[in-house]
């Protein structure tokens, strides 16, 4: 089984500011990473799929990058919605996996 | 709209089971694999369960591996998610969730799920 690994788990910001969140794979995951992001009391949204390519209706403010075992997750200027818990999941192998959540709070 | 309904959560006791279903609509359903995706109270999320659009192909995760059954009418626009043996570490809020296809195993449309809760 695919490990993923997030960090921080938390990161404190101010509205505005840039966020940098990571992702690492136990093994190359080649480029099929995905990222969500999930708001109190609502399910996950899909932000990013195979590391870079942004969903229908998500913002150029979020952009992924990575391949192979490193990726990240940024969102250049933070607005109030953004504060949520983001996942990472990789769909290389069965079974699909998906990191332990980074929580972007607000500063 | 794409809209995925789940229902038949509820509280059972350590042991029985359960079936999940999530009713889906906006979309050629016959056309999409389909996923159940679970969180724990307070906990990250977990892949759960797969079934190709047809039916043919299905993956569990171990944790639910023998005891917990995807299938899916394509007649009806359901999936569904038959769990037996229920255990307390099964407490979660289930979620059906539309593959992106392509590419595959991304989940691009979620439904607002459903809480299932083990207990005696």
């Known amino acids: 089984e695919i490990v993923l690994t997030q960090s921080p788990a938390t990161l404190s910001l101010s509205p505005g500011e840039r966020a940098t969140l990571s992702c690492r794979a136990s093994?190359?995951?080649?480029?099929?990473l995905a990222w969500y992001q999930q708001k109190p009391g609502q399910a996950p949204r899909l932000l990013i799929y195979?590391?870079?390519n942004r969903a229908t209706g998500i913002p150029a403010t979020f952009s992924g990058g990575g391949s192979g075992t490193d990726f990240t997750l940024t969102i250049s200027s933070l607005e109030p919605e953004d504060f949520a818990v983001y996942y990472c999941?990789?769909?290389?192998?069965?079974?699909?996996?998906f990191g332990q959540g980074t929580k972007v709070e607000i500063k | 709209q794409v809209q995925l309904v789940e229902s038949g959560g509820g509280v059972v006791q350590p042991g029985r089971s359960l079936r999940l279903s999530c009713a889906v609509s906006?979309?050629?359903?016959?056309?999409?694999?389909m996923h159940w995706v679970r969180q724990a109270p307070g906990k990250g999320l977990e892949w759960v369960a797969f079934?190709?659009?047809?039916?043919?192909?299905?993956y569990y995760a171990d944790s639910v591996k023998g005891r917990f059954t995807i299938s899916r009418d394509n007649s009806k626009n359901t999936l569904y998610l038959q769990m037996n043996s229920l255990r307390a570490e099964d407490t979660a809020v289930y979620y059906c969730?539309?593959?992106?296809?392509?590419?595959?195993?991304?989940?691009?449309?979620w439904g607002q799920g459903t809480m299932v809760t083990v207990s005696s």
């Open positions: 079934i190709s659009y047809d039916g043919s192909n299905k």
């Open positions: 906006g979309f050629t359903f016959s056309n999409y694999d």
């Open positions: 969730a539309k593959d992106l296809s392509p590419p595959p195993k991304v989940f691009d449309i």
């Open positions: 999941q990789q769909r290389s192998n069965w079974p699909l996996t």
């Open positions: 093994q190359s995951v080649g480029s099929y």
């Open positions: 195979d590391a870079s």
